[in-house]
């Protein structure tokens, strides 16, 4: 399996799992990423970080860290 963090501009991937413990993985599902999201990665800044998705409707923007907890197919 790929991570978020992997994945290219312009792709649809959807969330298989979420590594990561107590309170970082809190704030990832707040977000609206959890199993079974489909994300859109929309834009990458120049250098990387952060990366810009649409999940659930609205654009959030994720830095790489916390993309490389999100596992996607």
Do not use: N
Not at 31 to 56: Q, W
Request: charged share 30%; no cysteine.
């Amino acid at each position: 399996m790929q991570t978020l963090k992997e994945v290219g501009t312009g792709s649809r991937v959807t969330v298989v799992k979420l590594h990561g413990d107590g309170a970082i993985k809190r704030r990832i599902m707040d977000m609206g990423i959890t199993k079974g999201t489909e994300l859109y990665i929309r834009k990458v800044a120049p250098l990387g970080d952060p990366i810009e998705l649409t999940v659930r409707g609205y654009e959030l923007s994720l830095r790489k860290a916390d993309a490389a907890m999100i596992e996607v197919q």
